[in-house]
T-cell receptor, first 113, second 109 residues
Framework: KAGVTQTPRYLIKTRGQQVTLSCSPI?????VSWYQQTPGQGLQFLFE???????NKGNFPGRFSGRQFSNSRSEMNVSTLELGDSALYLC????????????FGPGTRLTVT | SQQGEEDPQALSIQEGENATMNCSYK?????LQWYRQNSGRGLVHLIL?????REKHSGRLRVTLDTSKKSSSLLITASRAADTASYFC?????????FGKGTRLSVIA
């Protein structure tokens, strides 16, 4: 099976702009979770989508949002970017859910200037 | 908040030596998982151990779990330069996975 893919791999944005990141899970996986990874805070859970419904949400402001399509592909959107949003954004898919074995994509490196 | 915390933060060993990393957590769990991350890349799942298991093996990996002490250890035997990476434990409880900040392992050839 093909692995989890994320696009784009690298992105540079300016403060105040918005950005949309995309994730295609492993075929057959209905759960997609998003994580933010920074040197200071480590890996932090953003949200999980399962069969197009948000099932869990981490402690992030409303500027961070996501959605999942009927083919399980997921997007996350960050509006009004701040410098602190610079991070590696990781998407993970699972057949069972966000508490079980996760298959991670390579990540999107977002730099906000 | 971080539930799992790995110790040590960094570890440097010679190729062929064993590497041991520890993870402590705070609340009850259903399972504990270990992941590896090569620099700036996605994480790779290594092993999952359930709360009713005490030890699990996978190739050169050995994981132990002590729920009474709320701790786990990951042992990599006969390490190789390719094992150089960051290693994370992740716990669930009744929430999505919560990751620690990881142990950075350097294996010197």
């Amino acid at each position: 099976k093909a692995g989890v893919t994320q696009t784009p791999r690298y992105l540079i944005k300016t403060r105040g702009q918005q950005v949309t990141l995309s994730c295609s899970p492993i075929s057959g996986h209905r759960s997609v979770s998003w994580y933010q990874q920074t040197p200071g805070q480590g890996l932090q859970f953003l949200f999980e989508y399962f069969s197009e419904t948000q099932r869990n949400k981490g402690n992030f402001p409303g500027r961070f949002s996501g959605r999942q399509f009927s083919n399980s592909r997921s997007e996350m959107n960050v509006s009004t970017l701040e410098l602190g949003d610079s991070a590696l954004y990781l998407c993970a898919s699972s057949s069972l859910g966000s508490s079980y074995e996760q298959y991670f994509g390579p990540g999107t490196r977002l730099t906000v200037t | 908040s971080q539930q799992g915390e790995e110790d040590p933060q960094a570890l440097s060993i010679q190729e062929g030596e064993n590497a041991t990393m520890n993870c402590s957590y705070k609340t009850s769990i259903n399972n504990l998982q270990w992941y590896r991350q090569n620099s700036g890349r996605g994480l790779v799942h290594l092993i999952l151990i359930r709360s009713n298991e005490r030890e699990k093996h996978s190739g050169r990996l050995r994981v132990t779990l002590d729920t009474s002490k709320k701790s786990s250890s990951l042992l990599i035997t006969a390490s190789r330069a390719a094992d150089t990476a960051s290693y994370f434990c992740a716990t669930d409880g009744n929430t999505p996975l919560v990751f620690g900040k990881g142990t950075r392992l350097s294996v010197i050839a």
